[in-house]
């Protein structure tokens, strides 16, 4: 059995940077606290817990402490979560991803300059709810393609139009597309990020030319769905799990050929422990082989 490792599996620049922050920022000061889970994956925010790291899961938790750093996670936030932090007198540590950062920018100049701000994405996500923030009250969210026919705006309506980073790129330009039919005056703004978009063209590829896939990832981490949909689509037989405990290696045995991704928030310890032991596997197989061969002989 051959094992391929994604070079792109594993953590994104922006999530590596932002949990290489609080682990820092752990090393060397008490009462460390990150708005919401640094990244969707259990491990890393329960290793984060064990080094006195807490998860503040509601703005409200705020009021209960009294001093510390409180740091904002890679997806981003409100202008209002700066504003409230700011005068609580916290230090504030920002891990907000910088391409994420280019989004809170243009979307608060586009909708100063009057354009109302259609962001393509998933309503619920923090992500967009953080960009949601920044557009003066001035926000669309549109998934799907019924609810970019139902937008309805003034005619005189300009209109900027950004993405949720994650977001597929082919579902956004046909979204745009729907939108661009309806005559208003847009400015578009592709900001997927990059990352996303080589990691899910990368799994693609993999999962073409593999007889099996393991997505690597959390479960709410939706990154990972989507490669985990992505790799389904081509490779029939693709399993998603969260750490090695979840791989039965016995569904393996009869593949010739298994590809391994992993989501951006997986940690490169999780992704290292599940290549050894398949690799390990296909050796082990190699060898059974090779002892038949010798005794058949
Ligand atoms: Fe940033 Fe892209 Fe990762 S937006 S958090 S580098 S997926």
Known sequence: MKVELAKTAGFCFGVKRAVDMVYEE???????YTLGPIIHNDEVVADLEKKGVT????MEELNDITEGTIIIRSHGVTKDVYDTIDKKGFKLLNATCPFVTKIHKVVKEQSDLGRTIIIVG???HPEVEGIKGWCG???IVIENAEEAHNLCLNLEKKVCIVSQTTFNYKKFEDLVEIISEKGYDILVLNTICNATEVRQNEARELAKRSDAMVVIGGKQSSNTQKLFEICKSECEDTYYIQTLSDLDLNQFKSFRSVGITAGASTPNNIIKEVHTRMSEMSFE???EESLVTIHNG
């Open 285 to 287: 197989q190699l060898l």
């Open 122 to 124: 998933n309503d619920k």
């Open 55 to 58: 998860t503040i899961r509601a």
């Open 26 to 32: 752990a090393s060397i000061h008490k009462d460390v």
């Open 137 to 139: 009250g001035n926000a």
